[in-house]
């Protein structure tokens, strides 16, 4: 039986008390850790990133930590607007320049842990440069690098990420250039742990990040994530659940596999799991050295 809403009801509605129609008084468990007021957020209806954002809180939930020692720096694109929702220190840099960023404040304040959260275009096309030599240095910092395949902001452009033969609007006959593989460009460059999971996987997510946080270095974990607004339309995989589900039963997990042999190619699973974590002296760690040897002299 279906309900008919008549004029009168509604009226009675709205004489109710706030609390008695409000479907969600009771406070988020997460709430504390967003901006409300900045809700709702502009991604997409199936974007991944929003469960970025959760598995990175419910982290920071976790290990108990204090804001006062959270900082996330983020750069341009979709993904670099977690950091107007999220309620800690954050900033939001210009194109591909989050990792200097986050490099100065670390060498400025060595006490915060610093996350930098972006996406695949910020942190490997214009701010590549910027990736490589942060991990060669092993600056000490967290990055997520979310993965989604394409310019998803600025009109669905190919992206380093792109698949060959994928089609975005500035390869309309299908990619003819070699994407990236994250992973290992991370790991050869001197990154000290390198991990990769989807964002659907959640909790797994979640807990690579705990793990992370544990870490000292340059740590780097990418995220593969759907688009279905630019990638997935323009190749027609259907909508974001049928992304998902093609994530979830295109993946398989194999912790220890060589960052090499993790290339994202179609027809073939993608290869999930922790793939580096080979703790080594970091860079505020060596030229406090330095100082203390030049001092001796």
């Given at each position: 039986?279906?309900?008919?809403?008549?004029?009168?009801?509604?009226?009675?509605?709205?004489?109710?008390?706030?609390?008695?129609?409000?479907?969600?008084?009771?406070?988020?468990?997460?709430?504390?850790?967003?901006?409300?007021?900045?809700?709702?957020?502009?991604?997409?209806?199936?974007?991944?990133?929003?469960?970025?954002?959760?598995?990175?809180?419910?982290?920071?939930?976790?290990?108990?930590?204090?804001?006062?020692?959270?900082?996330?720096?983020?750069?341009?694109?979709?993904?670099?607007?977690?950091?107007?929702?999220?309620?800690?220190?954050?900033?939001?840099?210009?194109?591909?320049?989050?990792?200097?960023?986050?490099?100065?404040?670390?060498?400025?304040?060595?006490?915060?842990?610093?996350?930098?959260?972006?996406?695949?275009?910020?942190?490997?096309?214009?701010?590549?440069?910027?990736?490589?030599?942060?991990?060669?240095?092993?600056?000490?910092?967290?990055?997520?690098?979310?993965?989604?395949?394409?310019?998803?902001?600025?009109?669905?452009?190919?992206?380093?990420?792109?698949?060959?033969?994928?089609?975005?609007?500035?390869?309309?006959?299908?990619?003819?250039?070699?994407?990236?593989?994250?992973?290992?460009?991370?790991?050869?460059?001197?990154?000290?742990?390198?991990?990769?999971?989807?964002?659907?996987?959640?909790?797994?997510?979640?807990?690579?990040?705990?793990?992370?946080?544990?870490?000292?270095?340059?740590?780097?974990?990418?995220?593969?994530?759907?688009?279905?607004?630019?990638?997935?339309?323009?190749?027609?995989?259907?909508?974001?659940?049928?992304?998902?589900?093609?994530?979830?039963?295109?993946?398989?997990?194999?912790?220890?596999?060589?960052?090499?042999?993790?290339?994202?190619?179609?027809?073939?699973?993608?290869?999930l799991g922790k793939f580096k974590d080979e703790p080594k002296q970091t860079y505020y760690e060596t030229v406090s050295l330095l100082n203390e040897k030049l001092s001796g002299e």
């Amino acid at each position: 039986m279906t309900l008919q809403r008549t004029p009168s009801a509604f009226r009675l509605e709205e004489e109710k008390s706030a609390e008695e129609t409000c479907l969600y008084c009771e406070d988020h468990p997460i709430d504390e850790w967003l901006r409300s007021d900045r809700m709702p957020t502009i991604w997409c209806s199936g974007c991944g990133i929003g469960n970025v954002l959760t598995a990175y809180i419910n982290a920071l939930i976790a290990k108990k930590v204090s804001k006062a020692g959270e900082v996330m720096v983020c750069g341009i694109g979709c993904t670099g607007r977690i950091a107007g929702y999220i309620n800690i220190d954050s900033f939001h840099t210009t194109h591909g320049r989050a990792l200097p960023f986050a490099t100065g404040l670390h060498l400025a304040r060595p006490d915060l842990n610093i996350t930098v959260i972006s996406g695949d275009g910020d942190l490997f096309a214009i701010g590549g440069n910027h990736f490589i030599h942060s991990a060669r240095r092993n600056i000490s910092m967290l990055v997520i690098g979310v993965n989604n395949q394409i310019y998803g902001m600025t009109g669905g452009q190919m992206a380093p990420s792109t698949p060959l033969d994928a089609r975005t609007s500035t390869s309309p006959y299908g990619n003819y250039e070699h994407p990236f593989n994250f992973s290992a460009l991370a790991a050869a460059a001197g990154a000290t742990y390198v991990a990769r999971w989807t964002s659907v996987d959640v909790r797994r997510l979640t807990d690579s990040i705990k793990e992370a946080r544990e870490r000292s270095g340059f740590r780097f974990i990418e995220v593969i994530a759907p688009c279905p607004t630019s990638f997935g339309r323009m190749n027609r995989l259907g909508d974001a659940v049928k992304m998902n589900e093609d994530l979830i039963a295109g993946s398989v997990i194999r912790h220890g596999t060589h960052p090499s042999d993790t290339d994202i190619n179609a027809g073939k699973p993608i290869i999930l799991g922790k793939f580096k974590d080979e703790p080594k002296q970091t860079y505020y760690e060596t030229v406090s050295l330095l100082n203390e040897k030049l001092s001796g002299e």
